[in-house]
């Protein structure tokens, strides 16, 4: 029985795919319920607040087995009778439960999975990760062998804790993982020489991006990549390409089209707050979720709620303009930036050192507050440079497409760069593959 435990691992793994979009800031999980080799149901976790992959497991059981023994087991409401509830649990009995998280033995939006595990007279429990969340730890396990379950851990543990990188950063950090992506060509370039970036890779890495925006709660961008692109940052899941140029993109601003997957709330770094009124992001604030990351010294760190009446007119007027329109205004000022710098080639004052920046580290915390546990960030280069020097980045998507570009043409990280090989950012490959003719490789950042 044993040697199939990665077998069913693997399959309740697939299981808690089926959430990726749906259930953040929770995890992803999946279960499976086995007895003699047979499934006898399969769970997993499908949306924020509803039921737990072991609960959905033992509902579905039930569900099935009340749908195949027909009328006799149904009261007058067409529900499960308690009396029949009570004989199918016999079925279970000495059943194993394979689930790719340890399971929770705490209430929080659901009762603790532990309970429904020994009510239902389950054997043996396999697990996949080990649950960070303070709530949850050894806890589970003590209860579960308590009750006489035998309980085996670190089944298939590498692949289920791949499934969580984003609620494990999250749970333990109270920060949202972040994960640079950025198209560029094979002699690295992310524009030509006047700009142009639409579209360097192919379509289906951008269907592949649309997905990643889907999978991460929050988008983030810099005021550049706004007044250059005029982007929607939008998902737009079900991708047709020919409805990609800017005339389209217009059109949907006016005429927006349904789409039935969840939405990224969208993050724009912009220090002066430049973002211009008739922007699409701005005409679209009402229906998707938007947040601009602001730097005035003037005013405290935080949501900008009142304190903005400090700022001159032309801005505290925009910023009531923009809440007028559901944009969260949060400033977040990097205030060390304010020293005057002397550049160390040519003994001048570097005047952009002295430009105040939106100081991520700090963003990061507001965002963790409002619960945003994941981040695409899609450039530009100003804001990738700031990110990776505030190490808040885990992980980056570098997709290269089959172009050479040459010449001066902007590269995915700005900023001053360094001298030393030795002063790189590091990171080591996680995967790479190939969408049609774009490689994307995946990377870990080293943390420091
Ligand atoms: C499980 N199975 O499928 C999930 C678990 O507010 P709640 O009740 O949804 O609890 C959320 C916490 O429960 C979450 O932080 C994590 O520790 C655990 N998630 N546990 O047994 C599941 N999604
Ligand atoms: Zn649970």
């Known amino acids: 029985m044993n040697e199939n435990d990665d077998f069913f691992m693997r399959k309740a793994i697939e299981l808690a795919k089926k959430g990726i979009g749906k259930v953040n800031p929770n995890p992803l999980v999946g ?14 976790h ?10 959905d497991a033992f509902q579905n059981f039930f569900n099935t087995k009340c749908e195949e023994s027909g009328e006799k087991n149904k009261n007058s409401e067409g529900k499960l009778k308690e009396k029949s509830r009570q004989e199918l649990k016999d079925e279970l009995k000495g059943a194993t439960l394979y689930v790719t998280l340890t399971p929770c033995c705490h209430f929080g939006k659901q009762p603790p999975c532990t309970d429904a595990i020994i009510e239902n007279k389950i054997a043996r429990v396999v697990i996949g990760s080990r649950d960070p969340n303070p709530l949850v730890g050894e806890k589970s396990i003590k209860i579960l062998e ?6 085996k851990r670190d089944c298939l543990k590498s692949e289920c804790d791949s499934l969580n990188e984003v609620f494990f950063k999250f749970i333990q950090n109270k920060t949202p993982y972040v994960v640079m992506k950025y198209a560029m060509t094979a002699d690295g370039k992310i524009a030509t020489k006047t700009n142009e970036s639409k579209w360097i890779s192919g379509e289906k890495s951008i269907e592949f991006v649309h997905f990643l925006r889907n999978k991460y709660m929050g988008i983030m961008v810099g005021i550049n990549t706004v007044l250059l692109d005029n982007p929607m940052l939008n998902c737009r899941l079900k991708f047709e390409p020919e409805k990609t140029n800017e005339d389209e993109e217009a059109k949907e601003v006016n005429n927006p089209k349904k789409y039935d997957v969840r939405q990224p709330v969208r993050i724009i770094c912009d220090s002066k707050l430049r973002i211009p009124m008739d922007s699409n992001i701005v005409k679209t604030a009402n229906k998707y979720q938007t947040i601009i990351a602001t730097a005035f010294t003037e005013v405290p760190d935080g949501e900008i709620v009142d304190s903005y009446k400090v700022l001159p007119d032309i801005i505290a007027d ?28 040519t003994k001048e004052k570097d005047t952009r050192k002295y430009e105040k920046r939106v100081d991520l580290v700090k963003l990061m915390r507001f965002l963790g507050k409002m619960k945003i546990d994941g981040i695409l960030l899609e450039g530009g280069a100003t804001l990738n440079e700031n990110a990776l020097k505030s190490n808040i980045v885990d992980e980056v998507f570098c997709i290269v497409a089959p172009k050479i570009f040459g010449g001066k043409a902007k590269s995915p990280v700005d900023g001053d760069g360094i001298s030393k090989i030795k002063d790189a950012y590091k990171m080591s490959v996680k995967d790479v593959k190939l969408l049609n003719n774009d490689v994307v490789i995946r990377y870990t950042v080293a943390s420091e």
């Open 31 to 44: 279960a499976v319920i086995v007895k003699e080799s047979q499934i006898l149901a399969e769970g997993y």
């Open 46 to 55: 499908k949306k924020y607040g509803d039921l737990h992959a072991e609960r």
């Open 146 to 151: 308590n009750a006489g379950i035998e309980v």
């Open 318 to 345: 925009k910023i009531k303009q923009l809440q007028k329109k559901s944009v969260v205004i949060i400033n977040a000022c990097a205030r060390e930036s304010k020293v005057e710098m002397i550049d160390d080639e």
